[in-house]
Nanobody, 123 residues
Framework: VQLVESGGGLVQPGGSLRLSCAAS????????MGWFRQGPGKEREFVAA????????DYADSTKGRFTISRDNAKNTVYLQMNSLKPEDTAVYYC?????????????????WGQGTQVTVSS
């Protein structure tokens, strides 16, 4: 099983980034997918989740209206479009695969994780 995140980097406040997470080694279309982040000295926190079909999504209050999660089951890839970025969005962003969409806001429910990609929002 592999989850490989990409698309992180340095961006100015108010800017945008699009993260990707390419999955392999499991039946991607059967799993809910989620994005979490972990800032320096902080616990891993929920960012967004999407069910197996893409028909249901969920967001943390801090990202709602600014971030959009989507997936392409033909490409085994989940995306996170991040707009209006703020310095407090700075963190390592991780994607995860959860067999069940219910409870996907809890990182302990996830079966697989990627290695993370750094996002830094700074002027």
């Amino acid at each position: 099983v592999q989850l490989v995140e990409s698309g992180g980097g340095l961006v100015q406040p108010g800017g945008s980034l699009r993260l990707s997470c390419a999955a392999s080694g499991f039946t991607f279309s059967s799993y809910a997918m989620g994005w979490f982040r972990q800032g320096p000295g902080k616990e891993r926190e929920f960012v967004a989740a999407i069910n197996w079909s893409g028909g249901n999504t969920d967001y943390a209050d801090s990202t709602k209206g600014r971030f959009t999660i989507s997936r392409d089951n033909a490409k085994n890839t989940v995306y996170l479009q991040m707009n209006s970025l703020k310095p407090e969005d700075t963190a390592v962003y991780y994607c995860g695969a959860d067999q069940y969409y219910s409870g996907s806001e809890y990182y302990t429910n996830y079966d697989y994780w990627g290695q993370g990609t750094q996002v830094t929002v700074s002027s």
